[in-house]
């Protein structure tokens, strides 16, 4: 639907920006896996090994990065997106510099076996392949369908060959926020994919707060939430935009205040040990959901208490996140809670609007002297399964090693340019596999920082360059590049995101399984039932009086079921 | 007989002129204001400015869809696949109407074979079955998988076979004293009259076909094989972009504008509007017979 | 002579036999290959396994399904909307088939024909695309319109209540044009000397097309009802998919779309075919009845 591409487009401009370049950073704490790793795309030839091992184990030393003699073919379906091109051919893919490499380097004749254009299109090729039981050699599928997949014997256990063929650096990245990845693989003890990772911390919330504002009005930036009402009050009745009207808001709020973004309310209840959507471990050690938990309550009344006093927009929850990020491009509004990227999207629309602005992010507020615990949950791109009639299933473990080494470990800029550079080279989008590091953006950071303390920005890779340039404009008065400085720079998000990982902050979800049959059935209508209470307390409509009746209709929709079900996937996991 | 034109029965009919004609706009006005959108520039479009009129006229739109690869390549697959749809499903259709047109009598498997067909008007295996089928066939990905599963459409045999029992029993004793046997009586005698009903069948199957979109989607193993409106649901279809991490700049700026999607789906109905008005009489007339809507 | 006779009534009825091969061979393999597939309504199918190497259980799945909190709402959104759109389906084509045979101009009413009959031949994908366009909230031009009345944007596609309003307008704008083609003639059919008569009587217009006019076409009226009965699970898959959001699936979702989401997005091949085969089999009490009924009263046969 239109809105919906409008509203995620303009996020996700900013995000894009951000979490998808890459970098091939040099000199950070992953050399010294990386130099034993070997470096795959500078080794044309290798010891050659006896073709055709499939994995069983033997005591012989393996070279996880052999090139395969004779070459080996591979079977792949391919998953077309907007990212890469309307002039995308399958000529072009079948030509790209990475399916060149995997043939010349890694000895690995990648063969599509389909090609399918769109999220919904993929899905169906995916879906009607594994049902009459014909998967190509290799796919990346999502966590639903390889819950499908675990109950046939279509596709490999990979321990094994993951233990044996892959890479320290790529057994690094992907174990980088512990085993949850490798477990959310893992059915019945058999490792039945590798998991691509991406960044959980990326999705943490933020406290972002006009900072111009606080100065004018002499206050000091807020640690608590207290201390954030105060500042909330200021912001809606002391005029701080100086425009003699009372036309400015507190808080920017969304009707879907829960799913992570811009103009969420997730901070405000992680301030209050309040973890809604997520599941948490509770005092007898079993897992519980968030969002029926006591401490919403707090929350709950803290909120309602600001939309009663006009801190939040009477109507709210009539309007979507872009809309109410509209209040940001109008400067009148001071305060919101949302991911790293919102120095990007929306509130580099204040700077180009108003040019004293002056967005920053700070650690989310708490409710007393504690620092608050920003809510995560396990991230997983795509999980990568092999076919159990193809022979070769290291041909993945190789492949996503190629991948690591080229990203994170020794690979030459010029290297790494030819994959991942500016155009021509094709980006990430047109590699087979891969996995990423979960911090490479707060990575990107503390090197640009480290590169303006010390004036020497030779250690940058392209992508920190671009962000290091970028900052230099902003700070010679290009206010278009302020976005960067928001974000990357010394004053940017991710100084406070550097507090949350120093500060081992993050509550993880602890349910990072495919969805259970419950779950896939009642979720949805439970989390309706959720926002919709929720949105009724804050608006005065219902009252936090009720929480226990609302709990009790939760249970009954479904919840009761679910909790029991995840509960027993946490128990077979251990 | 002469109206009596009381000012009631004036009111009546130049009312009855203005709804109709508001009905009639009400049909034009959203194609009209896609080919006015694709002819004119994206802010003024982003403006609101357009309805049915071109704001700021420009070709932009055309020129960057005949340079669409895509767009080119499905069409032309919608073109081949409608080729062969028609022809094949016209031969199939008859072939298979006039035995069944006759009587029992002359025909005695006839009940048998009717019952055989409108089964299949009921029952269907669904979704995975039918692919696997398909699969098994050796059809994927090839322009037979668009054709010949569908090749069979009971309602236009029901069409046609109505039409052929409407026939005076008369041609085909004449024929047969002549001594013409089944082939040389259904070839002949019966299809130089049937072509009304052969256009109706005609149209229904050029539509079909033309308008398909799921097959496609589930058969074809490459994008460059899909027809014109598989092509159309991908680019139309919300793009997913809530896992914003796995995504890039460039996307966004690939995401078509208004007008282009605008003028990708007039180009889209243009066949089909230039086809059905010189069919009219025909479907008409087809469809009234039959009295079945296909 | 006798013997000559059935030889020739051999040789022809072999001619039709032959006729009718390749289509009985394309219907063996494409529908009733599939129709095989049906067993695995009962199976916990699983992909590996094949066809009829799962385990069977019987009614399992038929009793998931009931049990799923969705199905009811399923069902109910399917009839309703189904339902909604029989009615109006019948309405309106009457109505523009009385009013088009009231026009005397036949450029006009050729012209008026020739541009209802148009939405009809375009594809759900096509109309899905325009409606999309036309009723965004941010920037379409209906709620353009509705701004300039001052009345705030309205989110056609992804409210429930709206969203089946959509769905059942735009099924009758693109029905509605062909829909009158069978009301026309059955109107052009109706004896002219029944008019004259009441004409002489002093019966006006109105009185004609009541008492004339509608009586006439009831025939053709309850046998095209009673027809459509057998439709009334069909609410249209086409339209639906091409146009729904999760954010309606509440309100929108058939039991067409459910089988889909079932079968291609959760992967429950063996819960959608028992969905389906549910389907099927309800139709076909709903379709055998209602050509038992057209039989009976209107004397109507397919064949």
């Not at chain 1, 392209?462 to 290091?468: D, R």
Request: with cysteine.
């Amino acid at each position: 639907m239109k809105i919906n591409v409008k509203k995620s487009l303009g996020a996700s401009t900013a995000a894009l920006l951000l979490l998808t370049v890459l970098s091939a950073c040099g000199d950070n704490n992953n050399n010294n896996a990386a130099s034993d790793s070997g470096n795959a795309s500078n080794r044309p030839t290798a010891s050659a090994q006896a073709s055709g091992e499939t994995g069983e184990v033997s005591d012989a030393p393996i070279d996880p990065n052999a090139k395969f003699e004779p070459a080996v073919d591979a079977t792949v379906g391919v998953s077309i997106n907007d990212a890469m091109g309307k002039d995308f051919t399958e000529e072009k893919w079948e030509n790209s510099v990475w399916i060149q490499a995997y043939r010349d380097q890694l000895g690995i004749n990648i063969k599509p076996s389909w090609y399918a254009k769109g999220v919904d299109a993929t899905k169906q090729k995916i879906s009607v392949s594994i049902a009459s039981g014909d998967i190509p050699d290799i796919l990346g599928v999502t966590q639903e369908q390889l819950a499908t997949l675990s109950k046939t014997d279509l596709i490999w256990d990979m321990k094994d060959i993951f233990d044996k063929y892959a890479t320290p650096l790529t057994k690094q990245i992907i174990t980088e926020e512990g085993n949850t990845a490798l477990d959310s693989a893992t059915f019945g003890g058999k490792l039945l994919a590798v998991p691509g990772t991406n960044s959980a911390i990326d999705g943490a919330s933020f406290l972002w707060v006009r900072q111009d504002w606080l100065t004018k009005l002499g206050l000091a930036v807020p640690k608590t939430t207290d201390e954030l009402y105060n500042v909330m009050k200021a912001f809606a009745d002391k005029d701080p935009d100086g425009d003699g009207k009372k036309n400015t808001v507190g808080l920017m709020l969304n009707k879907d205040f829960l799913a992570p973004g811009v103009a969420e309310a997730i901070g405000i209840f992680n301030a209050f040990d309040a973890y809604p959507k997520a599941w948490v471990r509770g005092a007898d050690g079993k897992l519980v959901y968030g969002s029926a938990l006591p401490e919403v309550k707090d929350a709950l009344a803290y909120l309602n208490k600001l939309y009663k006093e006009g801190l939040i927009e009477k109507d709210f929850a009539a309007k979507d996140s872009s809309k109410a990020a509209e209040l940001a491009a109008s400067g009148k509004v001071g305060v919101d809670f949302g991911a790293m990227w919102n120095g990007m999207y929306p509130l580099q629309q204040t700077k180009d609007n108003f040019a004293d602005s002056d967005w920053r992010a700070y650690a989310i507020v708490s409710k007393d002297d504690q620092p608050a615990n920003p809510q995560i949950k396990l991230n997983v791109e795509n999980y990568y399964v092999v076919s159990k009639e193809y022979e070769h299933p290291e041909v993945l473990v190789k492949l996503i090693n190629f991948w690591t080494e080229l990203n994170y470990g020794n690979a030459t800029q010029e290297e790494f340019d030819k994959f991942l550079g500016p155009a021509p080279a094709p980006g990430h989008h047109w590699a087979v596999a891969k996995a990423w590091k979960a911090q490479k953006n707060l990575q990107a950071h503390l090197n640009v920082v480290e590169a303006f303390k010390s004036g020497d920005t030779s250690k940058l890779n392209a992508e920190e360059k671009g962000y290091y340039d970028n900052i230099v404009k902003f700070k010679n008065g290009d206010n278009a590049q302020a976005q960067f400085e928001k974000v990357f720079g010394e004053t940017g998000s991710f100084v406070a995101m550097n507090d949350y990982v120093t500060g081992n902050l993050f509550k993880m979800d602890k349910f990072y399984g495919a969805s259970t049959e419950a779950m896939k059935n009642r979720l949805k209508t439970i989390e309706q039932t959720v926002i919709e209470y929720y949105t009724k307390v804050i608006m005065g409509a219902d009252s936090i009086d009720n929480f226990d009746k609302f709990v009790d209709q939760l249970n009954k929709l479904g919840l009761a079921d679910v909790t029991q079900e995840v509960n027993e996937w946490d128990a077979a996991k251990k | 007989m002469i109206e009596r034109r009381t000012p009631s029965r004036m009111l009546f009919l130049y009312g009855n002129y203005v709804i109709l004609t508001l009905f009639a706009i009400t049909c034009l006005f959203p194609i009209l204001h896609m080919a006015a959108m694709s002819l004119s520039s994206n802010s003024a479009v982003t403006a609101g400015w357009v309805t049915v009129w071109p704001v700021d006229f420009n070709l932009d739109t055309y020129k960057y869809i005949v340079r669409n690869q895509s767009f080119l390549y499905s069409a032309v697959n919608s073109f081949e696949r409608l080729s062969l749809g028609v022809s094949l499903g016209l031969a199939l259709t008859i072939l298979a109407a006039y035995p069944l047109s006759k009587s029992n009598l002359k025909f005695r498997s006839r009940t048998v074979y009717s019952w055989f067909f409108v089964i299949t008007m009921i029952f269907n295996g669904g979704l995975i079955p039918t692919f696997m089928v398909v699969k098994e066939t050796g059809l994927m990905d090839s322009i037979g998988a668009l054709v010949i599963p569908s090749a069979v459409n009971v309602f236009n045999i029901v069409l046609m076979l109505n039409f052929f029992r409407s026939q005076p029993i008369e041609l085909e004793e004449s024929a047969q004293i002549d001594g013409a046997g089944a082939w040389r009586t259904l070839w002949s005698i019966y299809l130089p009259i049937s072509k009304p009903s052969l256009a109706t069948i005609a149209l229904f199957t050029i539509i079909f076909h033309w308008n398909a979109w799921f097959d496609g989607l589930i058969y074809m193993n490459s994008p460059t094989h899909y027809p014109l409106q598989t092509y159309l649901r991908t680019v139309i279809v919300s793009h997913d972009l809530s896992n914003v991490n796995a995504s890039d700049f460039s996307m966004i700026q690939n995401i078509s504008s208004r007008t282009v999607l605008a003028a990708q789906l007039f180009v889209s109905m243009l066949p089909v509007l230039c086809i059905y008005p010189f069919l009219q009489k025909y479907f008409v007339h087809g469809l009234v017979l039959g009295s079945v809507k296909g | 002579m006798e013997t000559t006779g059935i030889r020739k009534s051999g040789r022809i009825a072999s001619a039709y036999h032959l006729m009718l091969l390749p289509a009985v061979i394309l219907v063996l393999i494409y529908s009733y290959g599939p129709i095989a597939g049906i067993v695995i309504a009962f199976q916990d199918f699983v992909p590996s396994k094949g066809w009829f190497g799962s385990d069977w259980i019987g009614l399992g799945n038929f009793e998931y399904v009931f049990n799923m909190p969705d199905t009811m709402q399923v069902l109910k959104n399917t009839l309703l909307i189904s339902l909604m759109k029989m009615i109006v389906g019948i309405i309106f084509p009457l109505t523009l088939a009385i009013l088009l045979s009231e026009v005397k101009n036949a450029l006009f009413k050729r012209t008026v024909q020739t541009i209802v009959y148009m939405p009809y031949f375009l594809s759900w994908v096509i109309l899905s695309g325009i409606l999309v366009d036309i009723l965004s909230p941010t920037d379409g031009i209906v709620n353009n319109a509705l701004h300039v009345f001052g009345i705030d944007s309205i989110y056609f596609l992804g409210d429930g209540v709206w969203f089946r309003i959509v769905l059942i307008a735009s099924h009758i704008w693109k029905e509605l044009g062909f829909d009158t083609i069978v009301y026309l003639a059955a109107i052009l059919s109706i004896d002219k000397s029944l008019y004259e008569a009441a004409s002489l009587d002093g019966a006006g217009h109105m009185k004609q097309t009541w008492h004339i006019t509608l009586p006439g076409m009831r025939p053709i009226v309850v046998l095209l009802s009673v027809l459509s009965l057998g439709n009334i699970l069909n609410a249209g898959f086409d339209q639906v998919f091409n146009l729904y959001s999760p954010q309606v699936y509440d309100s929108a979702d058939i039991l067409d779309t459910f089988v889909y989401r079932i079968g291609i997005e959760q992967m429950q091949y063996g819960v959608a075919t028992a969905v389906g085969l549910f389907k099927s089999v309800v139709s076909l009490i709903f379709i055998s009845g209602s050509y038992f009924m057209a039989y009976r009263f209107a004397n109507y046969r397919i064949f």
